[in-house]
């Protein structure tokens, strides 16, 4: 066998897939029953929902087209933007100076202006973390309306602790230039910051993954292989130990797995130093609260965003708004996201404690009153976002610089990388790393 991939999410099935190209012998090893990863679309009686608000970014040419010869028919083009829910209305997202300008007050007007044309004659460079970075990106008035609260509540870290790398293209329609431009040039909306338009499979984000699974073909997939062992020699790695002992001997290994669980299962064991670096990585989970509801439609946009910290969910999204086939006509289904820790009492909450709770909220921060509920589920996402805090390029380098002297091992995927990775990203990498296998 020329090579193992261990996991069957996304990362693992784009190796398979450019694996199989190549004509190369391979397996891949997915610990639980269903291949998809955090990439899954799941039943829920009428409806169908999947682990997140996904979409597929038409980021990259190349894999666009091959999503959509695998896809054909089934991929679709959706143009729903998203929206903020912000003083009990909806702005658009991303941000537009010119749509918030109706809900500022002058004297707030005044400090943005203010606070990003003292930015620019700012000779301190030194933004070493996330909440620097915004202040001086943005000015502190902005910063602090729309984006620190958000970020805390997705990342669960103090601004002041997270890593600048999260920011992302969030607020690109708010530096200075764009703001004069709409104070002073009307009719001034730059669509191009729309983030509406993307493609979506007709039955779910998911049937990618299922379609990938075909192509790349029963025989080379093991279902419920969950690896507990790998156990190097020389530099080399040798075996993977599954929880049944099975034992499978290796020629080149591509890892999508967490980073901290590989090097928690090399054997020998790693070095402490190097355990102790990677037992504290952390990633952020989700705790979703599926709701149905007895309307046609909860809204016209792909997903809400609510950066309030009193509010307990970052977003909600309404599948139906991807594709028609996801609710019946005349009802609707919302997937409601509450990041979390795993330790944390909401990810462990029972599910009619966790719903109620959600629940709760949704009666008194949206327009769903209690009798438009059907019906309501709850699916928790584990490993949804690695937590990129200040110091952790540091902590990278150690991990896998250590990781390097194994010549036949590959690091591929989200949680793998620890990085914030998208499917376009996945397969970009996938092919790089099967080129040179
Ligand atoms: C809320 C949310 C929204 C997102 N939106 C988008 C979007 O719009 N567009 C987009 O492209 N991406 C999106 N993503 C990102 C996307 O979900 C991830 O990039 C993708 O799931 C990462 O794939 P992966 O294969 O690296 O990891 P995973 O999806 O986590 O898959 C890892 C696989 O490894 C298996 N595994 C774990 N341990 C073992 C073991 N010991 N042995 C064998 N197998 C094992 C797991 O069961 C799993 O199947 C989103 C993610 C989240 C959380």
């Avoid at 600048?164 to 002073?184: P, V």
């Avoid at 409601?336 to 330790?343: G, R």
């Avoid at 009619?352 to 928790?380: A, C, M, P, R, W």
């Amino acid at each position: 066998m020329d090579l193992h991939i261990i996991g069957g999410g996304p990362a693992g099935l784009a190796a398979g897939y450019f694996a199989k190209q190549k004509n190369l012998t391979f397996q891949i090893l997915e610990g639980s029953s269903d291949l998809g990863g955090n990439c899954k679309t799941i039943s829920f009686g009428e409806f169908m929902y999947d682990t997140g608000a996904h979409r597929f970014h038409d980021k990259n040419k190349d894999v666009t087209a091959i999503i959509k010869t695998l896809m054909g028919d089934e991929l679709l083009k959706v143009n729903s933007p998203s929206k903020i829910f912000w003083e009990k209305r909806l702005v658009n997202f991303p941000l537009e100076f010119s749509n918030i300008l109706k809900t500022l007050d002058k004297t707030t007007i005044i400090n943005i202006v203010l606070e990003n044309i003292i930015n620019i004659f700012s000779f301190n460079k030194n933004n070493k973390n996330f909440k620097e970075l915004s202040y001086k990106k943005y000015g502190k008035t902005l910063a602090e309306l729309f984006l620190i609260n958000y970020t805390e509540k997705l990342w669960g870290l103090d601004a002041e602790n997270l890593n600048n790398k999260i920011a992302g293209d969030r607020l690109k329609g708010l530096d200075l230039y764009s703001i004069l431009k709409t104070l002073f040039i009307k009719n001034n909306i730059d669509q191009k910051h729309l983030d509406g338009s993307f493609y979506y499979p007709k039955n779910g984000f998911g049937s990618i993954f299922n379609s990938l699974g075909d192509y790349v073909g029963k025989e080379s997939i093991s279902l419920n292989s969950n690896v507990v062992e790998i156990h190097h020699k020389n530099n080399l790695i040798k075996n993977l130990i599954l929880d049944n002992n099975e034992d499978s001997q290796i020629k080149n290994l591509i890892s999508t797995l967490p980073l901290n669980l590989l090097i928690k299962y090399l054997r020998p064991a790693a070095p402490k130093d190097i355990l102790n670096i990677s037992n504290n990585l952390k990633y952020r989970g989700l705790r979703l609260a599926i709701i149905s509801l007895d309307l046609k439609s909860f809204s016209n946009n792909a997903s809400i965003y609510y950066p309030q910290s009193n509010i307990p969910f970052t977003r909600i999204y309404e599948p139906k708004n991807r594709s028609i086939k996801m609710a019946p006509n005349d009802k609707t289904c919302i997937v409601v996201e509450v990041p979390c820790q795993p330790q944390d009492l909401i990810y462990n909450s029972s599910d009619d404690e966790f719903l109620d709770k959600i629940k709760y909220n949704l009666l008194k921060y949206t327009h769903i009153v209690e009798s438009d509920i059907i019906n309501s589920t709850s699916q928790k996402v584990p490993f949804a976002y690695p937590i990129l805090d200040y110091e952790i390029e540091d902590k990278l380098n150690k991990l896998f610089n250590y990781l390097s002297v194994f010549t036949n091992l590959n690091l591929l995927g989200r949680s793998a990388e620890f990085k914030y990775l998208h499917t376009h990203n996945l397969f970009i990498h996938a092919n790089q790393l099967i080129k040179n296998i």
